[in-house]
């Protein structure tokens, strides 16, 4: 029975992929980009994230601690994250949710039959979606969930760096029906110093996808001060308007919501603020991004509704005589 | 109909004059008579020099029955003030709740006083005194007409006896009154026909007269009429006692649109007009689409038309698309397009597979369940064949659940949750019967109390046999009874197996003593939490998700498994209407973490904060597990960001949730697509979006004007939601 860790699975996700889709977020990443804002899913073990601002002072977790890592000094919660073993019986005690286990173990088997449970709201584009992380960091647990949705008839679809040799990636192929995929930088040196990684596999890889006649979905997480410059998201349209596969290519605004996780997770000093980019930069960028064989959406919305939550009712044209029966 | 002419006067204008005039009547009902936690109404305020007194018939100072009702309806009508307005197409507006001007509701000589011990201390809300909430038939009016009305009345009186003479006599007096309140409207639109100067007003105004001159003894002929005629029937029915069901209409209307378009009357945009003017007379409960009685799909070009007229008006709105295998997708689509774009809460969605499935269980045939429609809150009625007393009846499950609770602590040495379960069950049956023989009651005596003289008129049988609706006026009496309190019930049973009986972390005195306390103090809140934090209803397969089926299996068994002591069927549904507020201060703290006084839980969905994500399929999911099956329904109400509207897949996400929904067993659906941000600096200053529609509960109202307490209930749901 092949075993993997997730953070979580998520029902009703509507931003990873088409339709209704659940996805499975795996915990792990080879990756360290600097901006990452899901800071509890790089690590692959599990662990204790901690929200002091939650804590009522009950005391139940140094209660129940059996390696001595609470202690309080009055009504302060002091969490000594070194003595812990990630055991989870102060979590048990901790109705105040102060403390959050991140991550669990999980068979392939138990995942699926969750994706199914929302089998009735996948047509007709629907699914699955496999994320992280980073999928392939547990590549034989996330091919046995794949199977598994794939044997119920399930639309698949992955998230993944693809910063992997191909013989790493080439085992989903027949497993996956829709890839996603960031292309955060093509500079490589600059991809090295913002992410730790080469881009070099992953455009290959990409190219070797493209070759196998499966859609595609590209996304560039846009963050001011790494590659919000024309030039840059110039330079990743270049290179998809070389693949007849893309389908969509998302630029997605840096949101700072991540920031408190890592202190949450005793990760000593977050990462350095990043800025999310202007509505109308992104606008600027979206055109740069254009191509023929692709579309392209800010934030998940076509270019036309991205800005406006509140759009212009006006623009929903009720003709009857272009909608209705004759 | 005179085309628009070109001018700052065409319909778009107008419409937004219309809309404008509606938002500055609204704000001025809130000024005049405070917060409404109801329904938006198209009532308007009479003149502030407008004085009627109603004329009492009984030592208590309020009024009764046939003479009473007849004396006082007429009296209204004769003085009740006109209202034109040059830039509408309909004529009139309504200004009194007659139902509301009597200081006791019901006869104290038909006092129930066996009941109400019962009734206090399980929290129901019996129906006694309700009125309306059953479903007319239009077909009947728009036939007829008044003049036809009047006729019919006269034909049957004839061929009774004087025992049924005075109930007639009020009938033709209703119709009469109705038709002078027509014949001086005309009189003021001649007025101000003559006053008008602008051409395309003028014109307007002239056919208004010409329209309601006809209506007030002839079967309307045209669209405009038809709209007129419906606009008339529904203002007088508000006036009497507040009735705002309305029906089918893209198949009402449709013989006169189409030939109105066949003989070159109207457009397209003509008929448009006259709908959303129809619409924003009173937003009724119109359905549109479905199956007809012999399972063809309604689905016509007027459906369409409907929508955009629900569009351009951009205002509270109550339409229900009913879904069906035969649907015409493009009508699922067009509907789930302007929920998204308008964000005014409509149209909602019926569930027609199981509404249908699950009336016929009852013993009726498909053709008849087919005809059954939501034309209330959350409620279902065959129009004009059908007394139901829908969304009147509630019983406070939470309360139940609290008064077996105690009682166990108190009498069982060794608590637990059988024990709880199995005396849970033989208070719900006592409820439930206490309900049933309130039914009766109101079912015995109602016609002596307020005889429905205006929806008599559009019912199939109380004319032709001399009988009220409510006594033998039709054939079907299937009573609604709705639970309330779900949410809490299933959570607390979850909580006490899980922590009390599987974990032992309290036993159950010393949670009696909390709850008592309402968990007050540090160890209270920490037991607070612990509780709060059990399987919830909603999670997904969880023990809170079993229970709320078992406690909805139960309250369906116990409500058909025999009718009232007076034979009346009963069925079984969830919502809690707005009677959240007012029934969760009739409970105490409960095990689920619920402190004492709070609202109990909203319908039938989920508590707020079910599952980390919200996920919207978990919700829908949970709902359509618990439906009672009998035709009635337990809906969905969902709250939804407007991000999820940027997304191209938008229109195809929404469906899919709604159709699974339906596949699954669902019966209705509610979605309020609201910026949480939104509703927040609405809710600390109201002024600021005066023109903010949510969905409450099943009915549609300005955002604005619920009272501050109603308002936090809505933006709870939402922000948890979001």
């Known amino acids: 029975m092949t075993s993997g860790v997730i953070t979580h699975i998520q029902r009703f996700s509507v931003h990873d992929g088409p339709g209704i889709r659940t996805t499975v977020f795996l915990k792990g990443c080879q990756m360290h980009c600097s901006w990452c804002h899901n800071p509890e899913t790089l690590r692959r073990q599990p662990e204790i994230q901690v929200f002091p601002e939650r804590c009522i002072g009950c005391r139940a977790c140094a209660a129940a601690c059996q390696h001595a890592a609470h202690e309080f000094n009055g009504t302060a919660h002091l969490y000594h994250r070194q003595r812990c073993v990630v055991c989870g019986e102060c979590i048990e005690t901790c109705y105040a949710q102060s403390m959050v286990r991140v991550g669990e173990t999980r068979t392939a088997e138990s995942v699926v039959a969750e994706v199914l449970a929302d089998r009735p709201f996948y047509q007709p584009a629907g699914g699955a979606t496999i994320s992280g992380g980073e999928p392939l960091l547990q590549a034989e647990f996330t091919c046995a969930i794949l ?113 408190g996780k890592y202190a949450a997770l005793g990760r000593g000093d977050p990462p350095p603020e990043f800025h999310t980019p202007t509505a109308a930069e ?27 939550c509140h759009s212009d009712p006006e623009r929903l044209d009720i003709n009857p005589t272009q909608d209705t029966l004759s | 109909m005179a085309r628009a002419v070109q001018t700052e006067l065409d319909y778009a204008s107008r419409l937004e004059h219309l809309r404008k005039r509606k938002e ?48 006082n309806f007429c009296d209204l009508m004769d003085c009740h003030p006109v209202y034109v307005d040059p830039m509408d197409a309909l004529a009139g507006r309504y200004m009194v709740l007659l139902n509301r001007v009597r200081p006791c509701r019901w006869p104290p000589e038909f006092a129930y006083p066996e009941l109400e011990p019962d009734q206090e201390r399980y929290g129901i809300i019996s129906g006694i005194g309700n009125d309306a909430h059953f479903a007319p038939d239009y077909r009947i009016g728009l036939e007829l007409g008044w003049g036809g009305l009047l006729a019919k009345v006269r034909r049957y009186r004839a061929q009774h006896g004087p025992d049924k003479a005075e109930f007639y006599e009020a009938e033709e007096r209703v119709i009469r009154a109705v038709q002078g309140w027509i014949r001086r409207t005309v009189a003021a639109i001649e007025e101000a026909a003559q006053r008008e100067t602008n051409p395309t007003l003028q014109a307007n105004l002239r056919e208004m007269a010409e329209v309601n001159r006809w209506l007030i003894e002839g079967p309307p002929r045209t669209l405009r009429e038809a709209c007129q005629w419906i606009a008339w029937f529904n203002m007088a029915s508000r006036t009497y006692n507040r009735d705002g069901a309305g029906g089918q209409l893209d198949e009402l209307l449709r013989p006169y649109y189409e030939r109105d378009r066949h003989a070159g009357r ?144 108190l009498e069982d040495p060794t608590p637990s949750v059988d024990s709880l379960w199995r005396r849970f069950e033989d208070h719900l049956r006592r409820a439930v019967l206490c309900t049933a023989r309130g039914i009766d009651v109101q079912l015995d005596h109602q016609h002596l109390n307020e005889p429905e003289l205006v929806l008599n008129l559009l019912t199939h049988g109380p004319i032709e046999r001399g009988l009220n609706v409510t006594n033998g006026g039709v054939d079907l009496y299937n009573m609604c009874i709705d639970g309330a309190g779900l ?24 949670l009696a003593g909390h709850l008592r306390n309402n968990y007050e103090g540090p160890e209270g809140q920490r ?53 959240t507020l007012r029934l969760g201060k009739q409970v105490g703290a409960m095990p689920d973490g619920r402190r004492a006084g709070e609202p109990i839980s909203h319908g039938a969905n989920p508590r707020p904060g079910f599952r980390d994500d919200g996920a919207a399929t978990a919700l829908v999911k949970a709902i ?31 469906t899919s949730l709604i159709k699974g929904h339906f596949d699954l067993g669902g019966t209705l659906f509610n979605i309020n697509i609201v910026d949480a941000d939104q509703v927040l600096a609405a809710h600390k200053d109201p002024s600021l979006y005066p023109d903010l529609v949510v969905r409450v509960t099943g009915f549609t109202a300005y955002f604005a004007n619920l009272s501050p307490e109603f308002r936090q209930l809505v933006v709870d749901r939402l922000i948890r939601a979001s």
């Open chain 1, 147 to 259: 199977e598994g949705c794939r044997r119920e008839g399930i639309h698949t679809a992955i998230e993944t760096n693809l910063a992997w040799p191909w013989t790493v990636v080439e085992p989903l192929v027949p497993l996956v029906d829709l890839l996603l995929v960031d292309i955060k930088i093509m500079d490589d040196a600059a991809h090295r110093a913002w992410t730790g990684v080469s881009n070099e596999r992953i455009l290959d890889n990409l190219r070797r996808w493209d070759a196998l006649n499966k859609d595609i979905v590209i996304r560039t997480p846009v963050v001011v001060g790494v590659n919000e410059r024309r030039e840059q998201i110039g330079a990743i349209a270049d290179f998809l308007a070389t693949l007849r596969q893309v389908r969509q290519y998302d630029l997605l605004p840096y949101h700072p919501l991540g920031q």
């Open chain 1, 282 to 308: 992104l606008d600027t960028l979206a055109a740069v991004a254009a191509r023929p064989n692709y579309v392209v959406k800010v934030a998940g919305a076509a270019l036309r509704n991205w800005r406006n």
């Open chain 2, 24 to 71: 500055a009547q609204t704000a001025e009902k809130l000024r005049r008579l405070g917060y409404m936690n109801e329904d938006d109404y198209g009532m308007v305020l009479p003149p502030e020099d407008f004085q009627w007194h109603p004329k009492p018939n009984h030592p208590n100072g309020s009024f009764y029955g046939l003479p009473g009702w007849a004396d």
């Open chain 2, 266 to 409: 109207i457009d397209d945009e003509d008929a448009i007009f006259l709908l959303a003017c129809l619409l924003l007379n009173d937003p009724h409960y119109y359905q549109l689409g479905g199956p007809a009685a012999d399972g063809h799909d309604q689905t016509s070009r007027l459906s369409f038309l409907i929508l955009a007229a629900a569009h351009r008006l951009k205002s509270t709105c109550n339409l229900t698309i009913r879904v069906h295998d035969g649907l015409d997708p493009r009508l699922l689509r067009k509907g789930v397009e302007c929920l998204l774009e308008d964000r005014k809460a409509w149209p909602r969605f019926s569930g027609d597979k199981a509404l249908v499935e699950g009336f016929m269980r009852n013993g009726y045939s498909g053709e008849l369940a087919r005809q059954r429609i939501a034309v209330g809150c959350n409620w279902m009625a065959l129009p004009g064949l059908e007394y139901t007393m829908n969304d009147t009846v509630k019983i406070n499950a939470a309360k139940v659940f609290m008064v077996a609770f105690d009682e166990m602590l």
């Open chain 2, 487 to 510: 949410a809490d019930v299933a959570d607390s049973l979850a909580a006490l197996q899980q922590r009390v009986e599987q974990q032992q972390r309290i036993t159950w005195q010393e």
């Open chain 2, 527 to 579: 037991v607070r939490l612990m509780m709060r934090t059990g399987p919830r209803y909603g999670e997904g397969d969880s023990l809170g998700d079993r229970w709320a089926l078992r406690v909805s299996q139960l309250l369906t068994r116990l409500v058909t498994e025999q009718p009232t002591p007076g034979g009346r069927r009963m069925i079984p549904g969830w919502f809690s209407w707005a009677d």
């Open chain 2, 624 to 654: 359509a597990a618990i439906q009672p099956g009998y035709g009635n329904t337990a809906p969905v109400q969902l709250e939804l960001d407007p991000c999820i509207a940027q997304s191209e897949d938008a229109v195809e996400t929404i």
